[in-house]
């Protein structure tokens, strides 16, 4: 593991911030795109974010039908003019996304914030069921040959003999913190090697916490603060000291 400090260069490429919820039932789309006015100068894009349902038969013919196929408009994304920031607006929850560069905590909650809070003011919810953080972090590891313990505490492992070329690899664990009572997603994967000289690796931290939330949503943003901590908890006990010198 890597001791826990700043990173002046932070490999975070897309940091997210994801609440669901209830609407009351007679909230509609409609009253979603009328909020863009009130964030219209900072987010001027806005596209539809569609819903598809349908039902799959397959009768005595063994012949597969589709039916009942219904299509319509369930949110909106608004965006940043640079498409860096992106938030939804959804009738089944709120979602906002910070692509790279990513500054800093502080600066990505209160702006999550900002537009949550005209979120609420626009469809009032009824019950908040469950927030999740989500950082995808890309490191770029100098090749061309690498050990992979060198740079992950839980790389992947290859029986001992067998060749120990690794050209992919794919893992995804789910942990359970019980102290916070979230669960934590951590993929790790080895992207396509385009330069010879660079290894490319996710790093993907998804911190969830399913609970009921009151409408007083001051305990939502405490519990947002304590994913954040077992977020950075997940990144450094993940990589080395090596890979940590990478970012300082």
Do not use: C
């Not at 932070?10 to 919820?21: H, N």
């Not at 920031?85 to 800093?104: A, C, H, M, S, W």
């Not at 001051?218 to 000291?241: A, G, P």
Request: glycine share 4%.
């Amino acid at each position: 593991m890597a001791v826990q400090k700043h990173l002046n260069n932070a490999p975070i490429t897309e940091a997210i911030l994801d609440i669901r919820l209830k609407l009351p039932a007679d909230v509609k789309s409609s009253v979603l795109l009328s909020a863009h006015s009130q964030i219209g100068e900072q987010y001027p894009n806005k596209q539809e974010r569609r819903k598809w349902e349908g039902q799959i038969v397959i009768d005595q013919s063994q012949v597969p039908q589709t039916k009942t196929v219904v299509e319509e408009v369930d949110g909106y994304l608004f965006s940043s003019r640079d498409n860096k920031q992106i938030v939804q607006f959804r009738l089944d929850g709120f979602t906002f996304n910070k692509l790279k560069p990513y500054e800093n905590w502080e600066s990505f909650r209160d702006e999550g914030r900002r537009l949550w809070n005209v979120f609420v003011e626009t469809v009032s919810p009824e019950q908040i069921s469950r927030i999740a953080l989500r950082y995808i972090n890309h490191l770029f590891i100098p090749g061309p040959l690498i050990d992979f313990d060198d740079y992950l505490t839980a790389g992947p492992v290859v029986p001992e003999n067998l060749p120990q070329g690794v050209s992919s690899f794919l893992t995804r664990v789910v942990i359970h913190e019980p102290t916070t009572k979230a669960s934590v997603i951590i993929t790790q994967a080895l992207e396509k090697i385009v330069q010879p000289d660079i290894i490319p690796i996710i790093l993907d931290i998804d911190v969830i916490k399913e609970s009921q939330f009151e409408v007083d949503y001051e305990e939502m943003w405490e519990s947002f603060e304590k994913l954040r901590d077992f977020k950075n908890r997940v990144f450094f006990e993940s990589i080395t000291d090596k890979t940590l010198e990478l970012f300082e």
